[in-house]
């Protein structure tokens, strides 16, 4: 083949019914045995609020960065054919939109008064850091063409901070933290790439 470098795009499918998500990838075989892995990915779909299930759904879209590395089998894998294993450290960066909803608390003095209280929708973004491992395997056909599949498991830490002494953007974060859980603990993908030079 005698080319090193190889473009691939992927989708990212997850066990738990999320949709699926475009991946673009560029690869470079460093070594007989190693690729070095640059990668993006974007993500988006709707969770509901814990604390207020009957406010409306809110939306988390993410694009992750990711940088790892492959290691192809001792004896019968060479990159970029055959098994590998796959460690990679990921960077998030999430938004979630909220929208405009009312709660209603009640107060007790010589009998109860029922009080309407309104939250005013907004979004939010923070960055998660994240790694994974995986395995996979690659085939190679007409010399240039590549499939690429496998399984990852990936643990990812969301950083962020609640605001205004309200439960409301903390409830929501949950939900987005709960949301990036379900779908990044355990995901399958399928790409097609080629060698490019």
């Given at each position: 083949?005698?080319?090193?470098?190889?473009?691939?795009?992927?989708?990212?499918?997850?066990?738990?019914?999320?949709?699926?998500?475009?991946?673009?990838?560029?690869?470079?075989?460093?070594?007989?045995?190693?690729?070095?892995?640059?990668?993006?990915?974007?993500?988006?779909?709707?969770?509901?609020?814990?604390n207020y299930p009957m406010s409306r759904k809110?939306e988390l879209s993410w694009v992750n960065f990711?940088?790892?590395?492959?290691?192809?089998?001792?004896?019968?894998?060479?990159?970029?054919?055959?098994?590998?294993?796959?460690?990679?450290?990921?960077?998030?960066?999430?938004?979630?939109?909220?929208?405009?909803?009312?709660?209603?608390?009640?107060?007790?003095?010589?009998?109860?008064?029922?009080?309407?209280?309104?939250?005013?929708?907004?979004?939010?973004?923070?960055?998660?850091?994240?790694?994974?491992?995986?395995?996979?395997?690659?085939?190679?056909?007409?010399?240039?063409?590549?499939?690429?599949?496998?399984?990852?498991?990936?643990?990812?830490?969301?950083?962020?901070?609640?605001?205004?002494?309200?439960?409301?953007?903390?409830?929501?974060?949950?939900?987005?933290?709960?949301?990036?859980?379900?779908?990044?603990?355990?995901?399958?993908?399928?790409?097609?790439?080629?060698?490019?030079?």
């Amino acid at each position: 083949m005698g080319k090193h470098c190889i473009l691939e795009c992927s989708g990212i499918l997850s066990p738990n019914r999320h949709p699926v998500s475009p991946a673009f990838s560029v690869n470079y075989i460093v070594t007989k045995r190693k690729e070095l892995c640059f990668g993006t990915n974007y993500f988006k779909s709707t969770f509901n609020n814990s604390n207020y299930p009957m406010s409306r759904k809110s939306e988390l879209s993410w694009v992750n960065f990711s940088l790892g590395l492959k290691l192809f089998g001792r004896r019968k894998a060479w990159a970029p054919i055959g098994g590998y294993l796959k460690w990679e450290v990921l960077y998030y960066l999430n938004t979630i939109h909220y929208y405009p909803f009312e709660t209603t608390s009640s107060v007790s003095y010589y009998h109860y008064l029922n009080s309407q209280l309104a939250h005013q929708g907004g979004s939010v973004k923070y960055p998660v850091i994240g790694g994974a491992f995986g395995i996979g395997r690659q085939r190679v056909f007409f010399d240039r063409m590549i499939v690429d599949y496998g399984l990852r498991i990936c643990l990812a830490v969301p950083f962020y901070k609640s605001k205004g002494g309200s439960d409301v953007p903390q409830s929501i974060y949950e939900g987005a933290s709960d949301l990036l859980f379900e779908r990044e603990s355990i995901m399958l993908h399928v790409g097609l790439g080629f060698l490019a030079f």
